[in-house]
């Protein structure tokens, strides 16, 4: 045990078990006796969770979930009910700061809710008066500024659905989103500041707009400061021209069903075209106040900060922080710049209590030993969140041991395709070394063998058992739900397969992420995850990046390492040899892979992802076109027809 809460007892998940109890006259004991009633009662829980947070509806629901439908014909949640996901967000309009705006640079921009509130108002009226209804597409092509949070909600006010790349996508990912959605506004920025340097944004933004059909409008917010050409864009105007079409109309949140679309996402699409998942407001709304206001205790005594881009799912869960009042930190450009301290002098000077960031940002804080325990005061700082891949155990130590002592460090696991989580953190409990803290509140994850059995202390497929408010209404363009099923329920029909590979442990109640399924390593019918062995190669200081996959032979398939070396690392018999010792003696002979062998570059996504299956796919004997979401595409190239993996004997 690495940390535990000084008074539970004070937290919102002790607050929550204790309202259910009394509500329902039963007596839960515990965390674990709150879950399992919460994954029984499933249907009586997310209803207890509507009361206990306090959704805005102007209409109650007349009936929790739909009955007789099961999970795989997605069953509609609180069927009667009339909201709006924006008015949720504003229920406060006064002048407790609502966003701070940050940057490399030393400037910020401050907005209360009640400026908030008349920011969107203007921006919806704008909006309206160019015929902007429920049901359009709204893009933005934007950075995770005060700007995005307003257009955002503006448009979701009206009933309008959301969707968002970064500007460091390239047109090729953004197209492959957009033209897919054909959305009738797209708002973008003039330039970008990373790396200590501005740049120019219009060219790229120039090659989308000729790419996209049935845009009506390009909108411009002046994001540097440097001067551009608004015109030079078809369809296009800055941000100030387009509010010109606010005509003082009165913000009205458009009141509609639970499983109205809010917003659509993309699948990381590394080997095709993304799938286009749409959300629905009420299911983003209430698994987001779920997860903040009971397992994360998030106030509007907090200043909620997430390192992310509006590319990456949690954004949105950022975003949501002001469900809770809480002030939401939003942060663009390089996180070590202009000092790698950057983001630690902003928790500090805005006395941030929430830090969320990925596993990959801990390790290069590691790497680069830093220690802000030492150098900064970080006195409010209560919470660190880490996703985006498994967080290794050595992780786990840095933090308490070079971060801050006395703090919850909640490793995370989701989804862009629950757009939340399933595994995440719980103020009330302790933290174990390497583990999730819990499986969350009303998702009914197990652990699942190749037979479909339930299985705790051994590792198998993440599945959810039980249906809950957040899955995807639907794919875009996918009328019989075809995609829908094939992604999530033909592994183990009726069930939902996730796609991970995870450990419960019975003992603690934690979970471990071992890497993706898809992923899994399965030599000579041994499976195991990716991480474990990454979790070792990360401690050798002469590897800049490794990569674990499977080449298929025949019926088997053998474990292949790509090592590529930090600058001025020589790969040799004798790294290989240290490799293949670690390995055994860490885990056992059965993980040592077949081939290590040395490559120029790994394959990543925009967000930092290793791309594991486009390469198992392609050393397998495929052709793979690499998708958009790259941020290196031509790395595919360098694991094609390698001699090293090349097996006359064998048919690939």
Known sequence: MLWKPAHPENTNMERFRTFVEKKHHVSLGNYEGLWKWSVTEHEQFWADVWEFCGIKSSVGYEQILEKGVPMNKIPKWFMGARLNFAENMLVRSDDHVALIGAGEGEALTRITYAQLHEHVRACAAAMRKLGVTAGDRIAGYLPNCPETVIIFLAAVSIGAIWSSTSPDFGTTGVLERFTQIKPKILFSVNAVMYNGKAHDHLEKLTEVVNGLEGLEKVVIVPFVDRPFDAASIRHGETFAEFLKNDDGRKLEFEQLPFDHPLAILFSSGTTGKPKCIVHSAGGVLIQH????????????????????????????????????????????????????????????????????????????????????????????????????????????????????????????????????????????????????????????????????????????????????????????????????????????????????????????????????????????????????????????????????????????????????????????????????????????????????????????????????????????????????????????????????????????
């Open 289 to 652: 106040l779920k997860e903040h206001v009971i397992h994360g205790d998030l106030s509007e005594k907090d200043v909620y900060f997430y390192y992310t881009t509006t590319g990456w799912m949690m954004w949105n869960w950022l975003i949501s922080g002001l469900a809770a009042g809480a002030t939401i930190v939003l942060y663009d450009g390089s996180p070590f710049k202009p000092t790698p301290a950057r983001l630690w002098n902003l928790v500090d000077e805005l006395n941030i209590t929430v830090f969320g960031t990925s596993a990959k940002y801990i390790q290069s804080l590691q790497e680069s030993r830093l220690t802000p325990i030492i150098t900064h005061k970080l006195t409010h700082l209560r919470t660190i969140y880490s996703t985006g891949s498994p967080l290794k155990p050595e992780s786990f130590d840095y933090v308490y041991t070079h971060i801050k002592k006395d703090l919850l460090l909640g490793s995370i696991t989701g989804g862009t395709d629950i757009v939340s989580l399933f595994a995440g953190h719980n103020a009330a409990l302790p933290v174990y070394r390497g583990e999730i803290q819990c499986r969350c509140l009303g998702m009914a994850i197990e652990s699942w063998d190749d037979s479909g059995k339930n299985i705790t202390n051994d590792a198998g497929d993440l599945v959810c058992t039980k249906p809950f408010p957040v899955m995807p209404v639907y794919f875009w363009n996918d009328p019989n739900n075809e995609k829908y099923h094939s992604a999530y329920f033909a592994r183990f029909p009726g069930v939902w397969y996730h796609g991970d590979f995870v450990y419960v442990n019975a003992k603690t109640g934690g979970v471990t992420m071992l890497g993706r399924s898809d992923g899994t390593l399965n030599p000579a019918g041994v499976r195991f995850g990716s991480a474990e062995l990454y979790n070792i190669l990360d401690e050798f200081p002469q590897l800049a990046d490794t990569l674990v996959v499977g080449q298929k032979r025949g019926e088997d398939e053998r474990v292949i390492l790509f090592c590529k070396m930090k600058e001025g690392e020589v790969f040799d018999d004798k790294i290989v040899e240290r490799i293949k010792t670690a390995i055994r003696t860490r885990l056992s002979a059965r993980h040592v892979p077949a081939v290590i062998m040395p490559i120029a570059d790994i394959p990543h996504t925009v967000n930092g992802k290793k791309v594991e299956v486009a390469v198992k796919r392609i050393i397998s004997g495929e052709t793979v076109i690499p998708s958009g979401t790259l941020v290196n595409p031509d790395s595919l190239k360098l694991y094609y027809n390698l001699p090293e993996l090349q097996d006359p004997g064998v048919h690939l």
